[in-house]
Every structure is written in C-alpha cells, then in structure tokens.
C-alpha cells in the first residue's frame, strides 16, 4: 500500500518479513564485530558476511546493486561510504564503517534489511558502545572516539525523534543535528554531516522514498505513520562535510581526507510507537537514554 509521495506502508505481516531481514543484518553485524581486528582484511569480512546470509536463506541486497561488486560496503577512515573490501589488512587504529544489508523472499516479493555500525580497530575484537556514558567521559576520549560516540549517538536521537505525536520526517533530520551541535558546544569541535547520502525508507526494496536528510531541512515533509519503515543514518566527519567520488564510481572519500563514520537503524513505525527492527531488543538500551520505549513487535 502506498501513501503520499510514493511512500510504502506495510501491515503487521509484512513488517515480521521486514523484522527477520533486520535481524539477518544483525547477524552479518555480530559476526563482523567479532572478526573485524589488525591484520583481517575487508575483504575476508565481506566473504563472512557472504557465509551469515547464505547460512540465513536470505539474499544480498549489496551485491550486484547498480553492479556493486561485494556483499557489503566497508569504509575505511576518511571514506564516508560505499568502500568496496578490498585485500589491504586493517590497522590499529582504523576508524572503519560497516554498511550491511540482506532481503528474503516472502509471498512473492523481496523484504528487506539494511543498517550500519563503526569500529575502531584494535588488536582483539572492539568493545560494545555503552548506551549511558556520560558527558564527562565523552571529554575523555580521543577526537576518534569522541566522532564514533557522536555518530552512534546522533542517530539514536534522530529515531527518538520518530516517537513524537505528529512526527514529520524532517523531524528526525533536525534531531540530528541537534544532536551533533549540542556535542560541539561541550567538546569544542562540531563533527560535519554530510548532505550528500540520507536516509531513506526501506520494504520491498533497499531504497524508497521519503528521503530522510541528517540535518534541520525546511518545508513540510511527510508525516510519520504507522506502517512506514525508515532507515536513520546519519555519517559524519571530523573535518570537512565535502566528499568526492573516486575513479571507481562507488568509494566517497572526504576532500580533506578527514575521518568519517557511519551509522545506521532501521524503524518500524507501530499503532503505539517505534520498533527497531535491527536489535534484538527492538531498541530498547539504545532508546532509554532518550526515554523512549519501544515496542515490540
């Protein structure tokens, strides 16, 4: 069922499809954060990444897509997104992207799942971001690890912003931002947000309308209604938010060759509230700090 300008609405079935693709996409997660470590090269994790889906049942919805050629994107330092995995071993320190997505095949249509995390690199597997840590620990860290808790962070106030009565999706855009900003004003630097790559919604296919920007836009966007699912991912740089495509016409890479970092979750919107379809808890250590319970699906 369609909405609006184009906008795909599902029913509770379809939104089960869309919940197992989501959490084939975790899958395919966990098991990069596990293997992903100084001297794996992306594109032995793009092969374990080929292994979780083939083992699911399900499809790539990467491969192959305007002849992308790998299962996932994996973006390392100052590439914003789209960088193809490659053979050169990741180093200690890198700050790398992992964009992963799949789709099954339900009553005869594709279902899809797409989300994104980041790391920093290490010698063993990176810790677990802590949903709850506190503005003086942020001071602490390193500008790296301060971009990577600004990222992860953002797009979690950006999907609490879903959880409004009469949410607009350029609602979640100006959470965002908000987000980066009220970063900015405590540590003294304000991360770039790249305006280039959005968000978007997702169902039978990867990529659907309504665009959904990582900034404050103005002008009236659609309203947020139960049935749509919308991917929030916002990608930010420590440098400038310019980006330049490379020869191969899939790697962006910042023009000052600043860091960047990526994330990215995808929502369901439900009767009473949101639903994370990605997380197996539907969202909820990730939303608590925002105060937003989600539901279950």
Known sequence: MLFGRGIEIKNRQQLGYM???ALIVNQIHEAVWEYARAGVTPREIDKISAQVIADAG???NFLGY???????C???NDTVVHGIPGDVPFEVGDLVSFDCGCYLVRDGKQWHGDSAFSVIIGEEPAPKPEPSISAHEYAMCSEKEQLLEITRYSTWAGVAAMDRSRARVNDIGAAIEDAVDSFGQRLGWTAGIVEEFTGHGIGTAMHQAPD???FRAAGRSAVIKPGMVLCVEPILTR?????V?????WTVKTVDHALACHWEAQVAVLERGICVLNQPDFGKAALAPFGVEPQEL
Request: glycine share 4%; aromatic share 6%; net charge negative.
């Open 19 to 21: 919940r197992q693709a």
């Open 58 to 60: 399900a499809h790539s």
């Open 66 to 72: 305007f002849d992308y050629p790998a299962t996932i």
């Open 74 to 76: 994996i973006s390392v």
């Open 212 to 214: 959904v920007v990582n």
């Open 239 to 243: 440098g400038s938010n310019q980006v």
């Open 245 to 249: 495509t490379m020869a191969d016409e």
